[in-house]
């Protein structure tokens, strides 16, 4: 079993504010690789499903055991003020409580 809090942690302790969602894909892609050497880990994959086709952000296969993860974007507040900035939206590893991806199953 994947323990993902403590992955967020380890990435949120390392780099507490990703630049891009590409950039948080695989900085959390390679931290699972890291963690599971021997894994197969794929980023934006398409998966067929009884619901149809699914777009995932994050696809891991371990022990036999597939694993699908949907990063969510946490939005701050810009601190200038100016929906113009640059940082307006940030990407961040720490999860937001009361929050859920639809269950892709």
């Not at 599971?36 to 371990?62: K, M, N």
């Not at 100016?82 to 269950?103: E, G, K, Y």
Request: net charge negative; aromatic share 10%; hydrophobic share 40%.
């Amino acid at each position: 079993m994947i323990d993902v809090d403590d992955l967020l942690k380890t990435l949120a302790s390392v780099r507490p504010v990703f630049h891009s969602e590409a950039d948080f894909q695989h900085s959390f892609a390679w931290e699972l690789h890291r963690r599971y050497p021997t894994a197969e880990v794929r980023l934006e994959r398409v998966l067929a499903s009884t619901l149809g086709l699914l777009h995932v952000d994050v696809f891991s296969l371990i022990d036999d055991r597939s694993y699908v993860f949907e990063l969510i974007r946490t939005e701050i507040q810009n601190p200038r003020g100016d929906d113009n900035h640059w940082d307006r939206n940030i990407f961040s590893p720490r999860p937001r409580r009361n929050h859920w991806a639809d269950t892709m199953c």
